[in-house]
Antibody
Framework: EVQLVESGGGLVKPGGSLRLSCAASGFTFSSYSMNWVRQAPGKGLEWVSSISSSSSYIYYADSVKGRFTISRDNAKNSLYLQMNSLRAEDTAVYYC????????WGQGTMVTVSS | EIVLTQSPATLSLSPGERATLSCRAS??????LAWYQQKPGQAPRLLIY???NRATGIPARFSGSGSGTDFTLTISSLEPEDFAVYYC?????????FGQGTKVEIK
């Protein structure tokens, strides 16, 4: 079955760190660029970061640049998002997604930044 | 960063009516535009890619058009399951920004 499963979300204090993981299965993970997209409670979708298949190209939204780091391990079929210096406005459901003619999205993992 | 502006913010229609949603880009995205449907508590579902191509399994009542900076998603006759929020996303560069969404609600 083709799927993406996120993990690692939770409650963290402002200024803290969290690492999200996304496990891919059912497709050749190493052949595809991957993305993180988030959605704050009651708000719209926000693209966060993208990484090319071989990690050669990495891009971030201005809102997270310098604080978040995307990475991947093709041998483990896994995508990661290291989030540092977290702020209240980073509170959201975080989705990993393969975007293209055929999209695959995970179920999302909730990150809450609150004291 | 390319900014996508969707209009209207909310569309109030009845089942069977035609829905027309707009997405305007701050600069040309060629035909690299996608449309998504999202229902509460669910991940987004791809409807249209490359401006006018229906994704696998998407009913023919959904159609997309446009190129450059102006795009339209049309739902020819609304079914009860079509009431949801719709987002456009540009894929012309790596910063795959989304529009702010259009909510299609039951009138």
């Amino acid at each position: 079955e083709v799927q993406l499963v996120e993990s690692g979300g939770g409650l963290v204090k402002p200024g803290g760190s969290l690492r999200l993981s996304c496990a891919a299965s059912g497709f050749t993970f190493s052949s595809y660029s991957m993305n993180w997209v988030r959605q704050a409670p009651g708000k719209g979708l926000e693209w966060v970061s993208s990484i090319s298949s071989s990690s050669s190209y990495i891009y971030y939204a201005d809102s997270v640049k310098g604080r978040f780091t995307i990475s991947r391990d093709n041998a483990k079929n896994s995508l990661y998002l290291q989030m540092n210096s977290l702020r209240a406005e980073d509170t959201a459901v975080y989705y990993c997604a393969r975007v293209g003619r055929v999209d695959i999205w995970g179920q999302g993992t909730m990150v809450t930044v609150s004291s | 960063e390319i900014v996508l502006t969707q209009s209207p913010a909310t569309l109030s229609l009845s089942p069977g009516e035609r829905a027309t949603l707009s997405c305007r880009a701050s600069q040309s995205v060629s035909s690299y535009l996608a449309w998504y449907q999202q229902k509460p508590g669910q991940a987004p579902r791809l409807l249209i890619y490359d401006a006018s191509n229906r994704a696998t399994g998407i009913p023919a009542r959904f159609s997309g058009s446009g190129s450059g900076t102006d795009f339209t998603l049309t739902i020819s006759s609304l079914e009860p399951e079509d009431f949801a929020v719709y987002y456009c996303q540009q894929r012309s560069n790596w910063q795959r920004t989304f529009g702010q969404g259009t909510k299609v609600e039951i009138k």
